[in-house]
Nanobody, 122 residues
Framework: QVQLIESGGGLVQAGGSLRLSCAAS??????MGWFRQAPGKEREFVAA????????RYGDAVKGRFLISRDSGKNTVYLQMNSLKPEDAALYYC?????????????????WGQGMQVTVSS
């Protein structure tokens, strides 16, 4: 059974940092990624990483501020979020796929975490 267990969300002041974690189990994947969704908005691509940890992609809104990485020994993917802005506040989801496709599309992903809230105070 595939599971994606997220942790690390919470409240942070603008300009601060948070690290999200996603522990994967049940199978191997081709890509893991992070998406976010704010109230009244569409789900937005944040970042993705191939299973080898050698290829990363980022959404335009987070480039230069967020970093996606993987601990292969723990099958865990991290999203280090720096210089957080109020507009980064959203429900953040971890996602994984065993297929190949456009990693910025949420339809590429087969498995999703439960989502966790990130709140950024101004």
């Amino acid at each position: 059974q595939v599971q994606l267990i997220e942790s690390g969300g919470g409240l942070v002041q603008a300009g601060g940092s948070l690290r999200l974690s996603c522990a994967a189990s049940g199978r191997t994947f081709t890509y893991m990624g992070w998406f976010r969704q704010a109230p009244g908005k569409e789900r937005e691509f944040v970042a993705a990483l191939n299973w080898e940890g050698t290829g990363m992609r980022y959404g335009d809104a987070v480039k230069g501020r967020f970093l996606i990485s993987r601990d292969s020994g723990k099958n865990t993917v991290y999203l280090q979020m720096n210089s957080l802005k109020p507009e980064d506040a959203a429900l953040y989801y971890c996602a994984a796929t065993y297929r190949y496709g456009l990693v910025s599309l949420f339809t590429t992903y087969d498995y999703w975490g439960q989502g966790m809230q990130v709140t950024v105070s101004s």
